[in-house]
């Protein structure tokens, strides 16, 4: 209890700083006042641009290790060249996954955690469609009672139909690459693919309950782990073929003539078939700490002011549906989960959905984004787009 008492004041301290503006947590369960446009093929044009920029940068290096290979001796000093043989592992590496993972990576979320180039530029660019980003206020947040929280707050975003905080993309582009780390790694080390991404699970579901989550902030957040495992899948997309659903993605880079090169349509494949209402923080809760009185006054706010506005939302929806055809409403009402009075309201779940949930059992407001009774899968090995 004092220990992270202390963390918290320290990581606060550092927050509130001049000039510092950031989030770690989000907040799905108040909605935005007006609709979010849709940003998903902006993301994904950028996400795109910087993966291109990666490419030429690893092959612009391709290029030169092949230079140094066939100049002569006497001109090898002069080119700044290494030894032949070394050129020949460093050209080697440089047409590996690991390689090109590791660039995209530099593109797209370096920077000392939780800071990301992808995440600042997530909750700073001007977006063409707005309202882009929806932010809640200090005293409507149901943070309120952990300043630290409630102040560095992600605002909420629209990809492809999904909302969730800008925090997630961050996750996606950082912690995933940690997972895609610890998952080669263990392959180098004799693991099978799917021991190799449990351990890559077990460090998130480690990292939640410490330093990226309940330690400092509280929560243990499912939709974090979620994106996780989507940026291990997405570091992992890069150079292999992966499932989602019951198709077979082809890689997006592939070596043609010694260069990496973009082989898919990355408009329509890159991000949009990896994101899902698993980053939602309402349809896949966190668990809250029951310090001080946090999970007791969270369940409270959700419960009085939370349902009403998702009612309320669902009552609006179903007005501006009347008239049209189902294919026309951009998603389905709203409806609010009953807290049961005999049981917790935020289980503890292994990084996800737990299997076989249904959205009415969630003991918070949610939507069934495909219709009453809708199943939200298990993700971090079992999610079923991935």
């Known amino acids: 209890m004092k220990i992270q008492i202390i963390v918290r004041s320290v990581v606060l301290a550092a927050l509130l700083s001049p000039g510092v503006a950031l989030g770690f947590e989000t907040n799905q369960y108040d909605l935005p006042p007006k609709p979010l446009a849709d940003i998903g093929s902006e993301v994904t044009a950028h996400v795109k641009l910087k993966l291109q920029t990666a490419v030429d940068k690893v092959n612009a290096e391709i290029a030169s290790s092949e230079r140094c290979i066939a100049a002569r001796a006497g001109e090898r000093g002069?080119?700044?060249?290494g030894n032949p043989d070394n050129e020949k592992i460093r050209l080697a590496y440089l047409r590996s996954e690991d390689a090109i993972a590791r660039e995209a990576f530099a593109q797209l979320g370096d920077g000392f955690p939780p800071f990301t180039s992808m995440g600042t530029w997530m909750d700073s660019h001007h977006f063409l469609a707005q309202p882009a980003r929806y932010r809640t206020s200090l005293w409507k947040s149901i943070f309120i009672?952990?300043?630290?929280?409630?102040l560095t707050i992600s605002p909420t975003v629209n990809?492809?139909?999904?909302?969730?905080?800008?925090?997630k993309i961050a996750h996606?582009?950082?912690?995933?690459y940690t997972y895609y780390k610890i998952y080669r790694q263990a392959l180098a080390e004799g693991a099978t693919p799917v021991e190799a991404t449990d351990k890559a699970v077990r460090w998130g579901q480690k990292s939640e309950r410490t330093f990226y989550g309940t330690l400092v902030a509280g929560v243990y957040s499912n939709g974090d782990l979620c994106a996780n495992y989507v940026g291990l899948k997405f570091y992992q997309g890069l150079t292999k073929?992966?499932?989602?659903?019951?198709?077979?993605?082809a890689p997006v880079l592939e070596i043609h003539n010694g260069l990496w090169m973009v082989s898919v349509d990355t408009k329509e494949l890159?991000?949009?078939?990896?994101?899902?209402?698993?980053?939602?923080?309402?349809?896949?809760?966190?668990?809250?700490?029951?310090?001080?009185g946090w999970r007791w006054y969270i369940r409270r706010s959700v419960k009085k002011r939370s349902c009403a506005q998702w009612r309320a939302s669902a009552n609006r929806v179903a007005g501006e549906a009347k008239g049209k055809t189902s294919a026309a409403v951009a998603r389905p009402p709203a409806r609010c989960a009953p807290i049961p009075s005999r049981r917790k309201i935020f289980d503890r779940g292994p990084g996800a959905v737990a299997a076989g949930s249904v959205v009415s059992r969630y003991s918070a407001c949610i939507v069934a984004a495909h219709g009453t009774g809708a199943r939200l899968r298990p993700c971090c090995g079992g999610m079923t787009i991935l």
């Open 172 to 176: 996606v582009f950082q912690q995933g």
């Open 78 to 81: 002069m080119h700044g060249c």
């Open 159 to 167: 990809l492809y139909g999904s909302e969730f905080g800008t925090d």
């Open 241 to 249: 073929p992966i499932t989602i659903g019951s198709a077979i993605r």
């Open 145 to 150: 009672l952990n300043p630290g929280v409630a």
């Open 270 to 292: 890159l991000l949009k078939p990896l994101i899902s209402d698993h980053l939602n923080e309402a349809m896949n809760p966190s668990i809250f700490t029951s310090n001080l």
